[in-house]
């Protein structure tokens, strides 16, 4: 601060009512490596403090930056760490800063103190389970306890205690409501939440294509539950999963890591981070991963690296810019699992394979995204994020599913080979804001955003080739050659543009009343084309359609004291396109849902456990599903209706046991459909589901944990039901870590379905029912300095 910096001495420090005070308040810290000076400026200011200091003190020394949710004295601290000056609060909100250690004014008893550090939520030893704050969910950074939806994190620290080397196994253990999707042998990564599937994932707030994802550079994964079209446009209305990458650190940090697992799985992973420039106000981060992940099926395998570099800049305390790229080269061996017999699944080893040999599709995926951030003053922020990407990808499915024959035991073979495109455009502008009227509080937000996505496929698809027993299956006995040089028998494009503008109002009232509302109006362009001759007919042939909606949200939130929140909310969404493909080439209508929900939420523990509880009821119309007389194509198939009970409880129980437990109950059924599917259940989505997850830190260098997940039976096939038996399987892991100076060495096995268990974790159709991992192994050796 500029006026005044003498330093008050002459009263005395009022030390314990300071300390009080000090600690009864929680702010979001924001501040970038800076002068010292310019920090105690932005802390003052963010907080409310009054740091009295000389000018020489300060002179030529420089902070770190600090982030995140502190009180003002575990913030004031961190600013001064490394520095040589003390501090000590000599009234409510004045703090004088001293060179060297503060003068000691009073003894006193001998005493113990425990506890658990405070973590910054971006810093690489974070423990938490449990975040307070999430930005998906508003697009501004607000306290999970004050939106009124259903909102769920999934941190870092979960993803490496239970050594999650993929997206799918992040969420679905630690969401509730959520299951793994199957496709297309689960060449791309989906999810089914609140019981409708979704293939749309986000990054940092930015619609993606669909692809594989590589977990090493991302730090969390926020989840909403239910519609999310009024600030992401067109969604599926179960809910949407965006995931936040790790961003340049200002200390320099490095970490790599060997896994290795059963069945041939191996994955090593690097980290390093830092300062650029000696003030820290430009950082660097770089991770690094490679793995070869074989599988207790034959063939299947996943090869896969990844790099992703990401530099930062925060030049002063109003400004800050992220630039990443990434980089990935996959080849992966797709599992289309077995067909069934009846309503049941093959009696089939659950190692069986239906490929025929180790062929696959290989992918070369490349973005570009920057997002940068101004703040005009204290209360309003302008951001703007962009993102680029080209996927590129060589089908080579060589075996795939296809139709199992009257003798229930000859199946028939498909084949699909040749090349593809993907290539994708997102940006977004946002304007939000804080002002005060007529005694109410409102945080608003003005935005709008742009999506052009556009796919091309020249591919070779044959189906009936070249069957195989069951259950005596022989292999290699297609010719790679033979199919290298039959003509390309299929050609498709897909684009879609969409332009939409949002606004939204958090207001709250009497400090316990939060009050969210808003709309979006979606300008929506989507047409394909496809012809079995050339790409050029197939262009001829392309027809689009555009649609408008106005998407309102609005939600009431009433938090009678700071450990529960009681909320309810109504939302309308545009939902999907509709992006597969009827045997007569037309496009289908829109998807669109509706969706009231109402729940509560509560906090203990200062903010460390966390629980939400919430009832909905949602409903999508125009949806399709698989053509039975042509299995390749769509047909419309009407309206579904869901309606549930969704609990999630996460975070520190006791200062050495955390939690993650979850619990679905889903009551899904198409209620206004074809006759065939009326009553019936959508594919993959079982009606209760649970999960629970735990470690035990038993001492400061050995934690061990232990966990489970139980799914109903759910359904196969919707033109021709396949009962899914539901299953229980259990994980555990132990860790120890051994500190060599600054230096950490950990050492961590996982056993995954500890029981050994044969189940089915999900289906395509009846002839792709693909099978859950035995018993297997997973060790690491991480050494982080």
Known sequence: MTLNRH???AAPFTLCSAAVLAEAQTYDIDIPAQP??????????????????????????????????????????????????????????AVAITAGQAAHVETLQPMTVSGKAEFDSADPYNTDYSLPNATTGTKTDTPIMETPMNIQVVTKSVMDDQQDINIVDAITKNVSGVQAGHDSGDIYERFIIRGFSTIDIYRNGLLRGFNTYDPSNIEQFEVIKGPASMLYGRA???????????KGLDIPTYSVQQQFGSYDQYRTTADATGPIDKDGKLRYRVNMSYQDIGSFKQFVNDERYFIAPTLSWRPNDRFDANLEFEHKHEKKVNDFGIPSIGNRPAPVPLSRSYLDSANGPVSDTTLVAYDWAFKFNDDWKLKNRFLWENWDMQYNDIGGSGA??????????????????????????????????????????????????????????????????????????????????????????????????????????FDKLHIMGGGRYDWVTYGTGSNSKSFDLAKANYSDQEDQKFSPRVGVLYQPWQWLSLFTSYTESLGSANSGLSFTGQNFKPQSGEQYEAGFKTEFFDKRLSSTVSFYDLTKANTT???????????????????????????????????????????????????????????????NQASLWGTYQFTERFKAGIGGVVVGKRNGDNN????????????TMAAYTIPVGKTRLTTQVNINNLLDKGYYVGASSRNSIVTGNPLSVMGSIRLQF
């Open 625 to 687: 599903t698989t053509d039975p007389a042509h299995p390749t194509f769509q047909v419309t198939a009407g309206k579904v209706r869901s309606r549930g009970v969704e609990i999630d409880i996460k975070g520190q129980v006791t200062e050495k046991l955390n939690l993650v437990t979850t619990y679905a109950f889903t009551d899904i059924r198409y209620i206004n459909a074809n006759a065939n599917l009326l009553g019936q259940r959508p594919i993959g989505v079982p009606e």
């Open 236 to 246: 599926q209305p179960g809910g949407l999963i965006n995931y936040v990458t790790k």
């Open 36 to 93: 010292l000076s310019s920090a105690l400026d932005a802390l003052a200011r963010q907080t409310g403090i009054k740091p009295f200091y000389s000018d020489a003190i300060a002179a030529g020394k420089n902070s770190r930056a600090v982030a995140g949710r502190f009180t003002a004295e575990q913030a004031l601290a961190r600013l001064l760490s490394g520095s040589g000056l003390s501090h000590r609060f000599n009234g409510d909100k």
């Open 720 to 731: 021709n039901p396949v009962d899914l038996p539901g299953y229980v399987t259990m994980d």
């Open 7 to 9: 330093l008050l001495l």
């Open 404 to 509: 199992l024959r009257a003798d229930n035991q000859t199946l028939n073979r498909t084949v699909f080979s040749g090349p593809a495109n993907q290539e994708t455009y997102s940006t977004n502008l946002d304007l939000s804001g804080k002002f005060n009227l007529l005694g109410t509080k409102h945080d608003v937000l003005l935005g709008g955003d742009y999506y052009n996505n556009a796919f091309n496929g020249e591919n070779e698809y044959f189906t009936a080739t070249t069957p195989i027993n069951i259950f005596n299956p022989i292999y290699n006995v297609i010719s790679q050659a033979t199919l290298d040089a039959l003509p390309i028998s299929w050609n498709f494009l897909r684009k879609e543009e969409r332009f939409g503008v949002y606004f939204q109002d958090q207001i709250t009232l």
